[in-house]
């Protein structure tokens, strides 16, 4: 995909995105029954003896409890596809589509750790809540082979506290997308599927006689008149996101369309404030 050499330049498109987001999401990470550590507080007169964390205690005059991390801290899982098709860049568009998904995914991570909350790849990272977390998902993002799939993997349904972000141009069978988000869905995760698009798999702009490839199976199709195809190629496409809308929908998914022409604050805005509503 040559998305490694790109993913400086990615990286720092998408700071300047997740700029945008003035506030970050309001986190959910609190003491509590967990694994992880949280941090060190002053120890309670009234409190059990036996709560006092004496290695942390020995270092001043003060007494000090070790509070662990509540496991309920949201975690947002997010997943950009990486399959041959979201190559595709037309001369209307200012970059691909898999360079889009990953300034969208990688500036959603940045402006999530700055709200508190922990974030993972799909298949590929554990969830962090690290300030670097960016450069942590790039070089795993960058290091990742294609994925000719170009769907999610089946074996991380998510949890009922957590939510997932698809990020891809979802032209899979709708069967397959369906079986795919209910998989994600199964343990009562939220989630959001976000389709990115090239203006010209959305306008058809295509006249005369044109050689259509396709990047994942290498099939070659040739039209004599390719705008005899544009009021079906339309009226399919209409159909299939109409489909998705109601494989979102059944699992109270949220599903927005995004194309590349646009900036790429538009959906990262939109998946702020409905990741946001999720949260609260």
Excluded: C
């Amino acid at each position: 995909l040559g998305l490694s050499a790109a993913l400086p330049r990615l990286v720092v498109a998408a700071r300047r995105a997740s700029a945008t987001v003035t506030h970050g999401l309001h986190g959910r990470r609190r003491s509590g029954v967990g694994e992880n550590f949280w941090q060190y507080r002053r120890f309670t007169t009234g409190e059990p003896v036996g709560r006092i964390y004496w290695r942390r205690s020995a270092r001043d005059d003060h007494l000090y409890v070790r509070e662990q991390e509540w496991e309920a801290a949201h975690t947002v899982w997010i997943w950009i596809d990486r399959s041959r098709s979201m190559t595709f860049r037309s001369a209307l568009a200012p970059e691909p589509k898999i360079e889009r998904a990953a300034v969208l995914g990688l500036a959603l991570a940045d402006a999530l750790v700055r709200g508190g909350e922990r974030v993972g790849l799909l298949g590929l990272t554990r969830p962090t809540a690290s300030r670097n977390a960016i450069e942590t998902l790039a070089q795993a993002l960058g290091a990742a082979p294609p994925d000719d799939g170009g769907l999610p993997p089946q074996a991380f349904p998510i949890a009922r506290l957590s939510e997932a972000v698809v990020i891809g141009d979802l032209l899979a069978p709708e069967a397959e997308i369906a079986a795919a988000v209910a998989s994600l869905a199964a343990r009562g995760g939220r989630g959001h599927l976000v389709m990115i698009v090239d203006p010209a798999e959305e306008t058809f702009p295509f006249a005369g006689r044109t050689e259509f490839l396709d990047p994942d199976g290498g099939t070659r199709v040739t039209a004599g008149r390719a705008e005899d195809w544009r009021d079906g190629y339309v009226a399919r496409l209409a159909r299939h996101r109409a489909a998705l809308a109601e494989i979102a929908r059944r699992h109270a998914w949220s599903f927005q369309i995004h194309r590349t022409d646009r900036p790429a604050t538009e959906p990262l805005l939109a998946l702020h404030a409905r990741l946001g509503e999720a949260g609260a």
